[in-house]
């Protein structure tokens, strides 16, 4: 069994799977990405039997493609900062403190690819303070952008809460203010492949059970 999830759902999936019995965990092959690059490899004809990604992808792949026949939503992430421990922990308590706090940082890291990167790009952008940040951003492609900060690359990140918390070494500030948070809604979808498969079976009811609800909490996520 095959399962693409993204990032910001990783460690709740992997503690998850972590509980199986070993023979039950050795039939299942996991691969992490952005849900940009989830939707591209299904486009390309990858078929696993279960997908992870935002709300918003997983209701195009039901709508869109008959070999995907059901979904549910599992949890809901929010965007967060990350700093270098030791730092004087910035005010980020709404709009205008968040501002001072891009404006005052010595330098800033997050994504280019997922769905925090995008959304902070723009928000940049909004704000006027593209030119103004663009010599101490650092970019990343993927992953996890907390690492940035543990390989001394800079000494704040902004990414879901869920990727800041999966990385060791790194203190948080807090949630984004209400009035410019991003809330993203991730839900898993099952292929006919899945349909057809008892182990993809298993684990699709384990996704929404309260033992999963569980594991999403503690990893920074809201069940839904």
């Not at 990783?10 to 989830?38: D, M, N, R, W």
């Not at 704040?156 to 949630?175: D, H, P, R, T, Y």
């Not at 410019?180 to 298993?202: D, P, R, W």
Request: aromatic share 4%; proline share 4%; charged share 15%.
């Amino acid at each position: 069994m095959r399962i693409l999830c993204t990032n910001a759902l990783k460690a709740s999936i992997q503690s998850l799977i972590s509980t199986l019995e070993p023979l039950e965990q050795a039939t299942i092959t996991l691969q992490f990405s952005p849900t940009a690059h989830i939707v591209t490899q299904l486009l390309d004809g990858d078929h696993p039997e279960i997908v992870i990604l935002t709300k918003k992808a997983a209701n195009s792949l039901i709508q869109e493609n008959p070999r995907w026949i059901n979904s549910i939503d599992l949890a809901a992430s929010e965007l967060g900062v990350a700093m270098k421990p030791g730092l004087e922990k910035p005010v980020i308590d709404n709009a205008a403190n968040f501002q001072t706090f891009l404006l005052q940082a010595t330098s800033i890291g997050y994504t280019t690819d997922g769905i925090s990167g995008v959304y902070m790009a723009n928000l940049v952008q909004e704000l006027g303070l593209r030119e103004k940040l663009a010599t101490k951003t650092k970019l990343i492609k993927g992953g996890l952008a907390g690492e940035l900060i543990v390989s001394g690359q800079v000494d704040f990140v902004i990414q879901n809460i869920s990727e800041l918390m999966a990385v060791k070494g790194i203190e948080i500030v807090g949630k984004l203010p209400d009035e410019i948070q991003l809330k993203t809604i991730f839900s898993a979808a099952l292929s006919q492949v899945g349909q057809e498969n008892s182990s993809a079976l298993k684990f699709w009811q384990l996704l929404n059970s309260d033992q999963a609800k569980g594991l999403y909490e503690t990893n920074g996520l809201t069940p839904v």
